[in-house]
């Protein structure tokens, strides 16, 4: 489950920024290195007519095998997340950015190789070109997968059109209607200042990497590559450290018990329509420090039967800031979407350090308890709407 929505805005943010770094960076690379770009492909489909329609067969030839690597990268991401999907790892996304990181590789020896007074050509053209094209096109279908088609890292056409189209589209919807937007929640794909915020900082990142790795080849051409290789295996790291746990659905709506043996004792016999428990679980079962998954779009796609949720943290050992921002747009989203949501399986401490982390009272005694049980019986009570969240929904 949220195999497509497991990060959550600031985790999509962090990598669709580094990652623009990297495809600038790589971009002006090739460009001094081979006189051509690798991380967008219009240019090529414009060169490749022209070529075709000038009967250059050669230079049409490259620029066909260019476009196909890229759509080999891209299917190549595909294939490696569906296979950690299947295969359960620890993290989905470790693949892809591993092949990523050799194509960049073997794209780097051929900087370290070149004679930086001449521009490459043939065979070495070929093959530098196609790794550093292939790496692109991995990134760009992994970035797309993480953010559900949200946000682009290897080309600035769709990240400066979204950038136009949606900052017009607020100003029209919060300015001059005085009304606020549909949805300004900052993952949803309808436009938001965090939105924006985001776009126009791949842009900038993007701008950035190709003047670094400008100076980068300017002073140390040989070298060049050892930055963005190095940003990337910082990633492919920290996504191995810590992981992102799954949901899974422990009791399905309907189907929790009252009474004697049952999940919530003390309560009269029979089932509680409309409550289900889920289960926070590192991927794997594995019990190192995870990241929480994007809770806001997990409670957006559960089935409209579950009217109240009991969300067991028990098994997470981590509790920082990003976990403090996804139960708070987590409560954001129930409460918009009429859910009661109850987080079970955090003792005094951690609930303390969710609300210090988030500066409110986030999580209290209608809205959380120590066990499954007990959030249970809170469920079933209803209570009150949680405090902390009402500001957040009236404004979204």
């Not at 859910?339 to 951690?350: E, H, T, Y």
Request: with cysteine; hydrophobic share 50%.
């Amino acid at each position: 489950m949220l195999v497509n929505r497991a990060h959550t805005f600031i985790l999509q943010a962090r990598l669709a920024i580094s990652l623009a770094w990297v495809a600038g960076f790589v971009n002006v690379v090739a460009l001094l290195t081979c006189g051509t770009m690798v991380s967008h492909l219009t240019g090529h489909g414009t060169s490749l007519g022209s070529q075709l329609a000038e009967g250059a067969w050669r230079a049409a030839l490259l620029t066909a095998a260019l476009l196909l690597a890229f759509f080999t990268g891209a299917f190549a991401s595909g294939f490696a997340i569906e296979a950690g999907r299947e295969r359960r790892w620890s993290s989905i996304y470790v693949l892809p950015a591993t092949l990523e990181l050799v194509l960049l590789g073997a794209f780097s020896v051929g900087v370290r190789v070149h004679d930086p007074t001449a521009t490459e050509v043939g065979a070495t053209l070929w093959w530098m070109t196609i790794a550093a094209t292939l790496a692109m096109g991995v990134q760009n279908a992994t970035i797309t997968r993480i953010s559900s088609g949200v946000v682009r890292t290897t080309h600035l056409t769709g990240i400066v059109t979204d950038l136009g189209h949606e900052s017009a589209q607020l100003a029209i919807v919060r300015w001059l209607s005085g009304r606020r937007g549909a949805d300004s929640r900052p993952d949803a794909r309808g436009p938001s200042f965090q939105r924006l915020l985001l776009l126009g900082t791949i842009l900038g990142a993007f701008i950035l990497g190709s003047g670094c790795g400008a100076m980068a080849y300017l002073h140390a051409p040989h070298w060049c590559m050892v930055a963005p290789m190095a940003l990337l295996l910082f990633i492919i790291v920290q996504d191995l450290r810590t992981p992102i746990c799954e949901l899974e659905m422990a009791v399905p709506a309907g189907t929790v018990a009252r009474g004697e043996g049952g999940l919530a004792p003390g309560v009269a016999p029979g089932l509680v329509p409309g409550v289900a428990v889920y289960r926070a679980v590192p991927r794997a079962g594995d019990a190192r420090e995870s990241h929480l998954p994007d809770l806001a779009a997990w409670i957006e796609a559960l089935p409209p039967g579950a009217g109240a949720v009991v969300l067991d943290l028990g098994r997470v050992r981590a509790f920082g800031p990003l976990a403090a921002n996804a139960l708070h747009a987590m409560f954001v989203e129930a409460a918009r979407c009429g859910r009661r949501v109850v987080v079970a399986g955090l003792d005094g401490g951690q609930v303390a350090t969710i609300n210090a982390l988030s500066r409110s009272d986030l999580l209290h005694e209608s809205n959380s308890a120590p066990d499954v049980g007990g959030a249970l019986r809170l469920a079933m009570d209803g209570g009150t709407p949680d405090r902390g969240v009402k500001a957040s929904v009236s404004a979204s």
